[in-house]
């Protein structure tokens, strides 16, 4: 059975996820249906919790943004959710290791009406976002992919979002293994490339950000130089 919706979200209290998705309904049924073909196409059962998907939408609306890049595709669940918040003639570009994904992924945009606006570059991210510096700067990044290849999505982040552009990063706090000595037994490599890439975005000038605690940390920061 899925796990996708509530990852923990409403300080784990059920009551309290069940009654914010009442309230702000983070999903509905074409959402539904990409995690239901995503799973039954065999992907991984990885994509952003619905109220993550909500919080990029409104995010995205908010940064006004009409350029957005996505690390870290999948299925495709949140790039409709991105792509719902760009106006008629935004545009945005994800990057998507796995073949089998991005096939699952390009059906999603399909379905939703959305392909036109959207392309997949398919390969390790950290090789191709090259492809797209022409077009930039951008106004939002997400990133969502391998965690040891934050850093170097940040460093390519900083050089191509324009200034008061938006860097979200998703799963930021390791599952923990960000604050423990342990590294809260996940892979030492990624944690550290975790670490480092929150201390850069915290501390490194470029940026003004944040942590939104979300149930996996949605760090958050403002190009400022
Ligand atoms: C957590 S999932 C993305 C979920 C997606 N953002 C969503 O919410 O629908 C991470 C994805 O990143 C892809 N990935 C892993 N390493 C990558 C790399 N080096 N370059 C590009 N994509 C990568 C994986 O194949 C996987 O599909």
């Known amino acids: 059975m899925s796990t996708h919706t509530g990852k923990g979200f409403g300080q784990n209290d059920p009551h309290v996820t069940k009654w914010s998705e009442l309230v702000y309904k983070p999903k509905d049924a074409a959402l539904d249906e990409i995690i239901r073909r995503s799973e039954a196409a065999g992907l ?3 994509a952003v919790s619905s109220f ?6 409104v995010l995205v609306r908010a ?9 870290g595709t999948l299925g495709g669940y949140s790039g409709v959710c991105i792509l719902r918040a760009l106006p008629a003639d935004g545009f945005l570009h994800t990057f998507e290791y796995s073949d089998k994904h991005a096939k699952v992924a390009q059906e999603t945009f399909e379905k939703n009406g959305v392909a036109s606006r959207v392309k997949i570059h398919v390969g390790p991210a950290a090789d191709n976002l090259a492809q797209i510096n022409q077009d930039g700067p951008f106004d939002v990044v997400f990133l969502d992919a391998d965690k040891g290849g934050y850093p170097e999505y940040l460093a390519w982040a900083e050089e191509h979002l324009r200034v008061g552009g938006v860097l979200l990063a998703d799963n930021a706090f390791g599952w923990g293994g960000v604050a423990r000595e342990d590294d809260g037994g996940y892979p030492r490599e990624q944690i550290a490339a975790l670490r480092r890439f929150n201390e850069r975005l915290a501390q490194g000038g470029r940026f003004r950000a944040t942590m939104l605690p979300t149930a996996e940390g949605l ?5 400022v130089r």
């Open 52 to 57: 993550d998907g909500l919080h990029l939408e």
């Open 44 to 46: 991984p059962d990885i």
């Open 63 to 71: 940064s006004g943004a009409k350029k957005v890049v996505e690390v």
């Open 219 to 223: 760090a958050m920061g403002v190009k």
